[in-house]
T-cell receptor
Framework: KAGVTQTPRYLIKTRGQQVTLSCSPI?????VSWYQQTPGQGLQFLFE???????NKGNFPGRFSGRQFSNSRSEMNVSTLELGDSALYLC??????????????FGPGTRLLVL | AQKITQTQPGMFVQEKEAVTLDCTYD???????LFWYKQPSSGEMIFLIY??????QNATEGRYSLNFQKARKSANLVISASQLGDSAMYFC?????????????FGTGTSLTVIP
């Protein structure tokens, strides 16, 4: 079974631009979560989607948004990029988000550099 | 309060020796899951081991075992017979019951270096 895939793997943008990152979960998984990882802040939860609905959202500004499609693929969008948005963006999927023991499996991440 | 605390920013271990990475957690839920992930320099988070709050036995997966002490709210990872490929960041994480919101809480990580 293929793992979580994320595209692109690397991205360079300039301040003020916007960016869209894509995540394809493991086949059969309907929950997708997004995280931002930076050296200073560590791993921070962005949002989680299940069956095309955002179920939970972290403490990020409205410039960060996401969506999920009927095939469970998810995209996240960052508008008006700032230098501080440079980070590794990780996507994770799980099949049954309603039970605590359900494991999240992560993709390889997208490294975003904002210049 | 921090949900997950990892107090060891960096650890060194000799190859073939065992090492324990500490993790304490904070929750008032009765039902929760505890996880350990490994993150090599490539960036991908690799799932290592899981422990449920109701599991009476400590979880084991190959060279990884989880020393679960519920009363102390600790979930330490033990890596036996360390290998050079074990050098990476290790993150402890917790998922609470669904009504607490479906998100993982991650610690700040421990950087493990295995010395030949």
């Amino acid at each position: 079974k293929a793992g979580v895939t994320q595209t692109p793997r690397y991205l360079i943008k300039t301040r003020g631009q916007q960016v869209t990152l894509s995540c394809s979960p493991i086949s059969g998984h309907r929950s997708v979560s997004w995280y931002q990882q930076t050296p200073g802040q560590g791993l921070q939860f962005l949002f989680e989607y299940f069956s095309e609905t955002q179920r939970n959202k972290g403490n990020f500004p409205g410039r960060f948004s996401g969506r999920q499609f009927s095939n469970s693929r998810s995209e996240m969008n960052v508008s008006t990029l700032e230098l501080g948005d440079s980070a590794l963006y990780l996507c994770a999927s799980s099949s049954l988000p309603t039970i605590p023991q359900e494991t999240q499996y992560f993709g390889p991440g997208t490294r975003l550099l904002v210049l | 309060a921090q949900k997950i605390t990892q107090t060891q920013p960096g650890m060194f271990v000799q190859e073939k020796e065992a090492v324990t990475l500490d993790c304490t957690y904070d929750t008032s839920d009765q039902s929760y899951g505890l996880f350990w992930y490994k993150q090599p320099s490539s960036g991908e988070m690799i799932f290592l081991i899981y422990q449920g709050s109701y599991d009476e036995q400590n979880a084991t997966e190959g060279r990884y075992s989880l020393n679960f002490q519920k009363a102390r709210k600790s979930a330490n990872l033990v890596i036996s017979a360390s290998q050079l490929g074990d050098s990476a960041m290790y993150f402890c994480a917790m998922r609470e019951a669904p009504w607490g919101g479906n998100q993982f809480y991650f610690g700040t990580g421990t950087s493990l270096t295995v010395i030949p």
